[in-house]
């Protein structure tokens, strides 16, 4: 669905409605906002972070990361230097400066909106979601960083940091903006991060579109202990579907899911990335979409997402997870049949901040 920045003008009859509270109200303006799709002026930015602070209380992270984006929010304006009010072109030559602040004002309010699209890069988006959500200003630094100089580094405060080129000549720094393939301030973030990191240039007329971008659970955690997350572990399968189809291989899934739940439980808790063969069928079934099995997605269906929460049960499994800025209902989990998870579910990676 296409959008002007004008859709966030309040709707006096939603927002005055008895069941309407300010997290109905905060959350409407977010999805309001994450559909523009036109590029605003500075001005309607600011109108529009004034509209969302009515009903949001950022914390004090969130309020460092507005500060770089919007500068600093007083009663009758925003004052100090920021991203949105800068000079000078964007490295992505067909890219807004406007529209990829407003964007990151949704991410700082609600990194799970971030959105890979049409292009492969699950992997990235799981593991920028997780960052964001530790560290929004290091997030938006980050992303302005390679808009404005085409370099962006991702630390989570230790003395390691990931830091992310894209080549002057680089074909990333030429596409054309489309917000139904994928928002701008998100292409900035990921498709850097994986044209980086990929041998081959990202979207390379020489390699193939989906398998270019796909991420191996070897690579996430290289970008963790790069990044300075500690204690970087593996616990995938992606290469061995025996491991859970063979004799004994429910008990080889409990015993994975459980060091899942140890790790999430942890203080601090673990990122924890799960990946799966078929994975964005099992995606799309714990958030309650259409279970699709095709020929392709059983071959090339490996799909990675950040993992929030597991129950076991007799029955199956639940899992809480984010993908596609899509999260499921903490209070209305989906269990998975046995079945189901032991033919796609291939285990996860993880670290701790």
């Known amino acids: 669905m296409a959008g002007s920045i004008q859709n966030l003008v309040l709707n006096a009859v939603y927002f005055h409605l008895p069941n309407n509270n300010d997290d109905t109200r905060f959350n409407y303006l977010l999805e309001q906002a994450s559909l523009v799709d036109q590029n ?16 949001w209380r950022p914390t004090q992270k969130q309020v460092d990361a507005l500060r770089i984006v919007v500068g600093r929010q007083r009663p009758n304006n925003f004052q100090g230097p920021s991203f949105l009010t800068g000079a000078g072109a964007l490295e992505f030559a067909n890219f807004h400066r406007e529209l990829i602040a407003l964007q990151l004002v949704v991410r700082i309010a609600n990194p799970n909106l971030m959105l890979q699209g049409t292009h492969s890069l699950c992997g990235p988006v799981a593991f920028l979601i997780g960052l964001a959500h530790q560290d929004p200003a290091m997030y938006v630094q980050y992303v302005i960083d390679l808009a404005t100089t ?3 580094s991702l630390t989570i405060g230790n003395a390691r940091s990931l830091n992310v080129h894209v080549r002057r000549k680089s074909n990333i720094l030429q596409k054309p903006t489309d917000h139904a393939e994928i928002p701008e301030a998100d292409y900035v973030a990921l498709a850097s991060l994986r044209n980086s990191e990929s041998i081959l240039p990202y979207r390379s007329k020489f390699t193939n579109r989906m398998l270019q971008g ?8 290289k970008w963790m202990e790069k990044a300075g ?22 008990g080889r899934v409990r015993a994975n899911l459980q060091l899942a739940i140890q790790r999430l439980a ?8 799960m990946s799966g063969a078929q994975g964005s069928n099992l995606a799309k079934k714990a958030l309650s979409d259409n279970y699709l099995d095709t020929g392709f997605t059983k ?10 929460g597991v129950t076991i049960g007799a029955a199956g499994v ?22 189901v998870v032991r033919s796609t579910y291939r285990g996860f990676v993880c670290g701790q901040p």
């Open 266 to 273: 942890a203080n601090p808790p673990y990122t924890v990335l």
């Open 214 to 221: 796909a991420t191996t659970n070897g690579e996430l955690c």
């Open 299 to 308: 071959i090339f269906g490996a799909h990675i997402v950040l993992l929030r």
């Open 318 to 339: 639940q899992f809480d997870i984010v993908s596609w800025g899509r999260e499921t209902d903490a209070a209305n989990l989906v269990t998975i049949p046995w079945d």
């Open 40 to 55: 605003p002026t500075a001005n309607q930015v600011e109108q529009a972070v004034r509209q969302i602070r009515q009903y």
């Open 150 to 152: 085409r370099q962006g």
């Open 229 to 250: 997350f500690q204690h970087c572990q593996d616990h995938s399968h992606l290469g061995n579907p025996a491991w859970s189809l063979a004799l004994g291989g429910e």
